[in-house]
């Protein structure tokens, strides 16, 4: 089963607030990368973050990791129509090989 | 750079059918991966290559056949297509481990009827 586990599913904000979207996940991590999806196309990295940080910024991206709870929030400030799509959580467990990916979170920003 | 590239963009399958979905990276990337993303959910990982000559199967491998016989090439094979593998399948490398940041292709959409 998939170690991703992001909420909300959906999420519609207007244009110009800050969209906030969680990731919870199983097992011992080595990193934490969020994802970006638009319609129809592949995905784009857009930060990761290691098991022994806590925070990191990437211009108007903030992601945060809790080991002990064993959960992820990615922020994106002053949402803008463009930031229009779905967003993926996905960890590098310890010792594999592999990304897990979670279900994604579909955003919409209304102008 | 070119990066991941996958071709075709669309096939339409008859059950029972064979395929090769091809994927070439010009990023000199050891590592190269084949997902599978079905409506409303995640990536799941069909197989996997750490290098050339090695793969090793991921979460759901039944029904797919890969070989890396080259850095570059990671083609993925349908062996007897079935309608429970239309879907949208995404090939991607990265630089360092699989558990690292991954570059993805455009994908390849496939119907099987």
């Known amino acids: 089963s998939q170690q991703g586990e992001e909420d909300p599913q959906a999420l519609s904000i207007q244009e110009g607030e800050n969209a906030t979207m969680n990731c919870s996940y199983k097992t011992s991590i080595n990193n934490l990368q969020w994802y970006r999806q638009n319609s129809g196309r592949g995905l784009v990295h857009l930060i990761l973050i290691r098991s022994n940080e806590r925070e990191k910024h990437s211009g108007r991206l903030r992601v945060t990791l809790d080991t002990s709870k064993k959960s992820s929030s990615l922020l994106i400030t002053a949402s803008r129509a463009a930031d229009t799509a779905s967003y993926f959580c996905?960890?590098?467990?310890?010792?594999?090989?592999?990304?897990?990916f979670g279900q994604g979170t579909r955003l919409t920003i209304n102008p | 750079n070119a990066g991941v590239t996958q071709t075709p963009k669309f096939q339409v399958l008859k059950t029972g059918q064979s395929m090769t979905l091809q994927c070439a990276q010009d990023?000199?990337?050891?590592?190269m991966s084949w997902y599978r993303q079905d409506p409303g959910m995640g990536l799941r990982l069909i197989h996997y290559s750490v290098g050339a000559g090695i793969t090793d199967q991921g979460e759901v491998p039944n029904g797919y056949n890969v070989s890396r016989s080259t850095t570059e090439d990671f083609p993925l094979r349908l062996l007897s297509a079935a309608p429970s593998q239309t879907s949208v399948y995404f090939c991607?490398?990265?630089?360092?481990?699989?558990?690292?940041?991954?570059?993805f292709g455009p994908g390849t959409r496939l119907l099987v009827l």
């Open positions: 991607a490398s990265s630089p360092l481990q699989g558990g690292e940041t991954q570059y």
């Open positions: 996905a960890t590098g467990p310890q010792g594999a090989q592999k990304l897990v």
């Open positions: 990023m000199n990337h050891e590592y």
